[in-house]
């Protein structure tokens, strides 16, 4: 049974630097791409960044790119999204997800594996 499990969220100020994480277990890791989605209130779920298999390869959402950094750790099964910068804008559930696709993709449709999420909060 895969299982994706977020942690790290909660209440921040605006211009903190918190780190997210997901763990991933029941699958070969190394062989999925990974990315990081994110819903606000009252909105759809959104493309926040993506990692490849390897980790040697990432993207990022326009709105996040220079702010958020992805990372993973293949021997700890292990993906991380550095947030920096925070704005009350950044407020939302945010998941991981898991995909086959070899270098990573912005499309939620590609991914087969989905976390229950960790909300983060972002006062001003």
């Known amino acids: 049974q895969v299982q994706l499990v977020e942690s790290g969220g909660g209440l921040v100020q605006a211009g903190d630097s918190p780190r997210l994480s997901c763990a991933a277990s029941?699958?070969?890791?190394?062989?999925?791409?990974m990315g990081w989605f994110r819903q606000a209130p009252k909105k759809g779920r959104e493309f926040v960044a993506a990692v490849s298999l390897s980790g040697t390869t990432t993207y990022y959402a326009d709105s996040v790119k220079g702010r958020f950094t992805i990372s993973r750790d293949n021997t700890k099964n292990l993906v991380y999204l550095q947030m920096s910068g925070l704005k009350p804008e950044d407020t939302a559930v945010y998941f991981c997800?898991?995909?086959?696709?070899?270098?990573?993709?912005?499309?939620?449709?590609?991914?087969?594996?989905w976390g229950q999420g960790t909300q983060v909060i972002v006062s001003s």
């Open positions: 029941g699958l070969t890791f190394s062989s999925y791409a």
């Open positions: 997800a898991a995909s086959r696709h070899q270098y990573g993709t912005g499309r939620m449709t590609e991914y087969d594996y």
